[in-house]
């Protein structure tokens, strides 16, 4: 791939794929995840108190809590996920083949990793909350409402009290 090829899917501080590029690989895989029968599962992650981090750390160290969950994210998955920075402090995952009770291994795995990570740039844990929808689901018939369930969840998992994992029902 060319430097600019790379350049344009690429969220420059976390080094993981973009929203733009995570769009178009959802929706060959939802396609594919259709026509096979298969199970795909996609997390939502959001940093808990992003905003606190910043306002008592300053911007680098938010930029760098946001690269070590990056990294600490894409550690927990596999090579054949695809995990994306979908916008501040958002982070998604695709995982193809992955049924709903392996997808909530993975998210709790992400979980636990971020939560027990002693973070370069300030003393603090974090943590992060989660949201999780998989296919096959009647209600989910395109690639976009299975993000759309994945947010919402997240939305129920910060409502919930954070630092937690959600599932869409």
Same mark, same amino acid.
């Given at each position: 791939?060319?430097?600019?090829?790379?350049?344009?899917?690429?969220?420059?501080?976390?080094?993981?794929?973009?929203?733009?590029?995570?769009?178009?690989?959802?929706?060959?895989?939802?396609?594919?995840?259709?026509?096979?029968?298969?199970?795909? /599962?996609?997390?939502?992650?959001?940093?808990?108190?992003?905003?606190k981090i910043?306002?008592?750390?300053?911007?680098?160290?938010?930029?760098?809590?946001?690269?070590?969950?990056?990294?600490?994210?894409?550690?927990?998955?596999?090579?054949?996920d695809t995990?994306?920075?979908?916008?501040?402090?958002?982070?998604?995952?695709?995982?193809?083949?992955?049924?709903?009770?392996?997808?909530?291994?993975?998210?709790?795995?992400?979980?636990?990793?971020?939560?027990?990570?002693?973070?370069? $740039?300030?003393?603090?844990?974090?943590?992060?909350?989660?949201?999780? $929808?998989?296919?096959?689901?009647?209600?989910?018939?395109? $690639?976009?409402?299975?993000?759309?369930?994945?947010?919402?969840?997240?939305?129920?998992?910060?409502?919930?009290?954070?630092?937690?994992?959600?599932? /869409?029902?």
């Open positions: 791939m060319l430097k600019l090829e790379v350049q344009a899917i690429t969220d420059p501080l976390t080094e993981l794929f973009n929203r733009r590029y995570f769009l178009s690989a959802i929706e060959k895989e939802f396609n594919r995840t259709v026509r096979y029968k298969s199970p795909t /599962s996609c997390p939502m992650i959001d940093i808990d108190h992003f905003k910043n306002d008592a750390y300053g911007h680098r160290a938010g930029d760098i809590s946001l690269k070590e969950t990056a990294a600490i994210i894409k550690n927990c998955t596999r090579d054949v995990v994306a920075r979908w916008g501040g402090e958002e982070f998604i995952v695709l995982l193809p083949e992955t049924g709903g009770e392996d997808a909530l291994l993975v998210a709790a795995k992400i979980l636990g990793a971020v939560s027990h990570h002693a973070f370069t $740039a300030f003393p603090e844990r974090i943590t992060v909350s989660i949201g999780l $929808a998989t296919v096959p689901e009647p209600h989910i018939n395109t $690639a976009e409402k299975l993000i759309h369930e994945a947010d919402l969840a997240l939305y129920e998992a910060k409502t919930k009290g954070r630092n937690r994992i959600e599932v /869409s029902d």
